[in-house]
């Protein structure tokens, strides 16, 4: 092999893999309720919130075949999201984000992951607005 030959072709290589990243499917708005926040009230009663996530993942071959067991099942990672988001009771919204970041990584074939979650109604005194984190790590 000619020098240099061996870096094109790690290029060729990097610059394929990134390109089937570049599929993605979107779930929005998925709202849950849980028991996440730093008050004790709200470990207790609770409140609503909700996600957005991006999944990248490659869908050349679903986009052929028009198999469900060849792509993501999207409805399992909703109810991996809603599991989480109604039995955690963590401190804080970006602990809450992290956990369900890293359960998609873990068990679904998603190279990278973007999570959207929002606090609909923090019970913060003179303010009606909401909070929201984003995340957005690789496998």
């Known amino acids: 092999m000619q020098p240099g030959v061996g870096v094109f072709l790690e290029n060729i290589r990097?610059?394929?893999l990134a390109l089937k990243l570049m599929d993605?499917?979107?779930?929005?708005?998925?709202?849950?309720?849980?028991?996440t926040g730093l008050l004790?009230?709200?470990?207790?009663?609770?409140?609503?919130?909700?996600?957005?996530?991006?999944?990248?993942?490659?869908?050349?071959?679903?986009?052929?075949?028009?198999?469900i067991e060849?792509?993501?099942?999207?409805?399992?990672?909703?109810?991996?999201?809603?599991q989480t988001i109604h039995s955690a009771r963590f401190a804080l919204l970006e602990r809450l984000a992290a956990a369900i970041v890293e359960a998609i990584l873990t068990s679904t074939p998603v190279g990278k992951v973007q999570i959207r979650l929002t606090k609909l109604a923090p019970p913060i005194p003179e303010f009606g607005g909401q909070i929201t984190v984003e995340l957005t790590r690789s496998a």
């Open 14 to 16: 990097q610059r394929s």
């Open 40 to 67: 004790p009230e709200e470990q207790v009663l609770g409140q609503w919130f909700e996600a957005d996530i991006t999944l990248w993942v490659d869908l050349s071959l679903p986009g052929c075949s028009d198999l």
């Open 70 to 82: 060849d792509t993501l099942d999207y409805r399992i990672v909703i109810q991996m999201v809603q």
């Open 24 to 35: 993605c499917i979107h779930i929005n708005r998925l709202r849950c309720y849980g028991y």
